[in-house]
């Protein structure tokens, strides 16, 4: 039997979210350890959502029902992960969705393995970040969702569905019967008839928690590499708007803080992989004292003014593990500060100037509230969901104060800003933009829409989230 947790009084029930701005009404915690007891959970009546990390800043995750945690689903071990290796080379690596990005990327150092690319935290959730498609940065890195190859995914009727890369069809095991079983058109070609169309890969890795229960996510991964990491401080605004592509693109992973002073730009975090450094246009930037006109910092920093960089990783030039530079923070550190909100828009890339200097032109209403802004890159992924999906593109994110009612006030005064850019906001992050401008930025939402109620037809999934944004 799945263990259940029925008490919410109880130090084990999830009371609320990482940042305690949600209070979840979940009426009780199930932590099944086999596949049998996932479907078991979600066949049993009753809502129920995936709790991940809990990283999210809205009500994502939230449910009235059951919260589902696959932490205890085969938990990540080194002596215990398998790395795969096809005949053409290709190297991937398969592990629960509960498991934590860190704890992966520790697990696959040992086997001289890494991931292309990670989050700023490396303690959220591997099914949870692709879910909501939360990313890292590199104007040649997709988002986390980039790594997937396959997924196995438990839907509301118990069906267990693997979706594969390149496949158009979804394997079925367990009790088949509601449609959701394997075909073979293309993803493109859903529209036809997604009565009885398979689930496209590229509908199944951004699908917020729609679709199923992850259980399984198999990755892309490539032999362990070196990455160091530089810090400037005071990048003039000049320097960016006259050439934020060189800015962006000079390193393998690049991030500018800012916290909208008049003069310049706080920060510029690159992460140059040491292979490349030769090679990459402006990689050779990062070994020198000026960046642009940034200047290096000569000790370590938080992204946060005024906070102790000790949790941050390692910093000044010191080469080592990439999965110990990609992520801005340490694994055994509280993750960045608690005590926070946060929002974030992504644009095409084209529009990156522009859409900057068009929250630039708000400081006056955002400095009162904000703790930091960063601003960072990702290629284009092509899932349906995805805020990169159809093109390169920058995101601005906002880590907040914890006054949410103001800011909550703000964000449609950002949105509107924003909205000539067709900025996309963050699936995980507080953001206000509603179903009808949600389905204009993403012209495939209604068929995600129209898969969830096939694969969900008693909306056992369904939250108050997902009926405001899938309408």
């Given amino acids: 039997m799945v263990s259940v947790t029925d008490d919410v009084s109880t130090p084990t029930t999830i009371r609320s979210n990482w940042a305690g701005n949600l209070e979840y009404r979940a009426a009780r915690l199930l932590r099944p350890t086999t596949l049998e007891e996932v479907r078991e959970a979600v066949t049993a009546g009753g809502p129920v959502r995936a709790v991940g990390s809990r990283h999210c800043f809205n009500d994502i995750a939230d449910t009235t029902g059951t919260h589902l945690s696959l932490e205890s689903f085969e938990p990540v071990d080194a002596s215990t992960l398998t790395v795969d290796t096809d005949a053409d080379g290709a190297t991937t690596v398969t592990v629960s969705g509960g498991a934590r990005y860190g704890d992966l990327a520790t697990a696959l150092y040992a086997h001289g393995y890494a991931m292309p690319n990670l989050a700023s935290l490396p303690h959220i959730s591997v099914a949870g970040a692709i879910a909501t498609a939360t990313h890292?940065?590199?104007?040649?890195?997709?988002?986390?969702?980039?790594?997937?190859?396959?997924?196995?995914?438990?839907?509301?009727?118990?069906?267990?569905?693997?979706?594969?890369?390149?496949?158009?069809?979804?394997?079925?095991?367990?009790?088949?019967?509601?449609?959701?079983?394997?075909?073979?058109?293309?993803?493109?070609?859903?529209?036809?008839?997604?009565?009885?169309?398979?689930?496209?890969?590229?509908?199944?890795?951004?699908h917020l928690g729609a679709l199923g229960i992850v259980t399984r996510v198999t990755l892309a991964v490539e032999p362990t590499f070196d990455v160091r990491q530089d810090v400037f401080v005071d990048l003039p605004w000049e320097s960016f708007e006259r050439d934020a592509d060189a800015v962006l693109g000079a390193a393998y992973s690049v991030s500018v803080f800012t916290?909208?002073?008049?003069?310049?730009?706080?920060?510029?975090?690159?992460?140059?992989?040491?292979?490349?450094?030769?090679?990459?246009?402006?990689?050779?930037?990062?070994?020198?004292?000026?960046?642009?006109?940034?200047?290096?910092?000569?000790?370590?920093?938080?992204?946060?003014?005024?906070i102790s960089a000790e949790s941050c990783t390692e910093q000044l030039g010191v080469a080592g593990p990439a999965h110990e530079r990609l992520a801005h923070f340490k694994m055994d550190f509280t993750p960045s500060n608690g005590d926070e909100l946060q929002s974030e828009y992504i644009v095409p890339r084209e529009h990156a100037v522009a859409a900057v200097a068009a929250v630039r032109a708000l400081r006056e209403q955002i400095v009162p509230l904000l703790q930091v802004t960063e601003i960072r890159t990702m290629a284009a992924d092509g899932f349906w969901l995805s805020p990169s999906g159809a093109q390169d593109s920058v995101g601005i994110h906002f880590t907040w104060l914890q006054r949410q009612p103001e800011v909550e006030a703000l964000l449609p005064v950002i949105e509107a800003a924003l909205a000539p850019f067709d900025a996309r906001p963050h699936w995980g992050k507080l953001f206000t933009t509603d179903a009808a401008r949600l389905a204009e930025l993403y012209p495939r939402l209604p068929e995600l829409r129209a898969l969830a109620a096939r694969l969900d037809p008693e909306g056992v999934l369904r939250n108050d989230y997902l009926d405001r944004v899938l309408g």
């Fill in 136 to 206: 890292g940065s590199g104007v040649t890195n997709q988002g986390l969702g980039g790594a997937v190859v396959a997924l196995e995914i438990v839907t509301a009727t118990g069906e267990v569905l693997t979706v594969r890369r390149g496949d158009g069809a979804a394997e079925t095991s367990g009790d088949a019967g509601s449609g959701a079983a394997a075909g073979s058109a293309g993803a493109a070609e859903l529209d036809a008839d997604v009565d009885s169309a398979p689930l496209p890969f590229d509908a199944a890795v951004v």
């Fill in 259 to 306: 916290t909208w002073r008049d003069n310049a730009m706080d920060q510029v975090w690159l992460k140059s992989r040491v292979d490349e450094i030769g090679t990459r246009p402006g990689g050779a930037l990062a070994l020198g004292e000026d960046f642009h006109g940034a200047r290096r910092s000569p000790v370590p920093l938080h992204p946060l003014p005024g």
